[in-house]
């Protein structure tokens, strides 16, 4: 389960062969004891559940690095080591 990005307290995880459970491209971050699932596409919560304000933190990272996280996706469901994104700033 390799770290990609964290900010603001949040941390952004992709797990490898992770296609089962939630069947399409997806993150998980964690803030705070928290995890949510959220699409790579549509960057809404698939599962679980944040604060709002890291929510929308989360959201908005997504939608700057959406290209990043569809290739690293690409590689993580591969099993292939992935790449570190920049943090939401």
Do not use: C
Request: no cysteine; aromatic share 12%; net charge negative.
């Amino acid at each position: 389960m390799p770290l990609i990005s964290s900010f603001y307290g949040v941390l952004i995880y992709l797990y490898w062969l992770d296609t089962r459970q939630h069947h399409l491209p997806h993150i998980h971050a964690m803030y705070a004891g928290d995890e949510a699932v959220f699409g790579i596409e549509s960057g809404e919560v698939i599962d679980g559940n944040l604060p709002r304000r890291q929510t929308r933190l989360v959201q908005a990272w997504i939608e700057l690095h959406r290209d990043e996280l569809t290739a690293d996706w690409s590689l993580a469901v591969k099993g292939e080591p992935v790449f570190p994104i920049d943090p939401l700033r």
